[in-house]
């Protein structure tokens, strides 16, 4: 898959900018606030419709009423134009070769992995990050699991509320009954995916860590069941921990446990990342692990994602970043990279450089 050309008006700080970019690697070249960051995020959100903004809205560019993006892009030999239109008046509107569709059909139609500084510090920082980062992946090598994900999220909300109900004495405790069945099968379908992507990447993610380190460190990825006792027989025996925990849910008014409270658990030569990695382990890990995850979705689409790397070059040493564009050109994989100095990258570099000044965008190639 790669992408053949990229159009943005009023998206963010990009008035109207238009560019295509090499099927290599693309540098986007300028200082701080001037739009590196916006385009790749931009990107991102074709990809899964998540952004870093509060609202939606917050998108379009101040002063104006509507924000538009359109990615041209090619997915096993076949030409496709994706749009997506946000606006302050209207809902947003999503169209796949001029055919509008509904945002669950949009994910797994133009697949992208952005690793940012902030992945540096995803060992560390809330399980719900580690659980976004998983969910993505899975979602756009498997769109049938952000549905099932979806619905999961929807019946957990569901039973929130009627637990709620139930402690105030709006209603009786055998409301639960079908909804935990429901709840239970729910949380097989997901968790059963989880494991087996994690399974995947655990495998994947070690052999990336011992290139990396020159084979001194082997890297574990475990799916950490918080609840659970045993991957078997998942839906059973969440329905059993459900009805065990029955009466401390209805005291908080909250699901205490489940896919929704699940976490990735990540450890260095037998000692947890959290706890006891270095700084330069944790780079190590986060670079292995973006692209074990680029290699998970191939694997499992057959084409690799478009890479997108938003001003990570300076977070990584000469050593780890030669072996990032290494890599990336063995493999030909399309990446799109923002940074403020050319000197991260050597002098022969297939690809283009763009320079980013004022939301504006040139071609210096």
Known sequence: MFVTEIFFKDWRN????????????????????QGKTNILEAINFASLLRSRAGKESELIRWGENAAILRVKYSKADISHELAIEISSERKRRIFLDGNPIRPRELIGKLNSVL??????????????????????????????????LSKYSRLVEIRNALL?????????ENELDLWDEQL???????????????SELNFLA???????????????????????????NIAENFLKLLRA????DIQSGLTNFGAHRDDLK????????????????????ALALKLSELQFLKAETGEYPLLLLDDVMSELDSARREMLLDFLSREKIQ???????????????????FSVAAGRVFDES
């Open 14 to 33: 990009l008035a109207e900018v238009k560019f295509r970019p090499d099927a290599a690697t693309n540098i986007f070249l300028g200082q701080n606030a």
């Open 115 to 148: 690793f940012s500084p902030e992945d540096l510090f995803m060992f560390k920082s809330s399980s719900t990050t580690r659980r976004k980062f998983l969910d993505a992946q899975i979602s756009q090598a498997m769109p049938i699991y952000f549905l099932e």
């Open 164 to 172: 709620k109900k139930i402690r105030d004495e709006y209603t009786r």
């Open 184 to 198: 239970a099968i729910a949380a097989e379908n997901v968790i059963s995916k989880r494991l087996r992507a994690v």
């Open 206 to 232: 070690n052999a990336m860590q011992e290139k990396i380190s020159a084979r001194s460190e082997n890297l574990s990825v475990v799916y950490d069941l918080r609840g659970l006792d045993s991957q078997e």
């Open 245 to 248: 925990r029955r009466s401390k």
């Open 266 to 285: 990540f450890f260095i030569n037998g000692h947890e990342l959290k706890l006891f990695g270095s700084q330069g382990q944790l780079r190590t890990a």
């Open 335 to 353: 990446t799109l990279i923002t940074a403020t100095d050319r000197a991260y990258f050597p002098t022969q570099l297939a690809g283009k450089i």
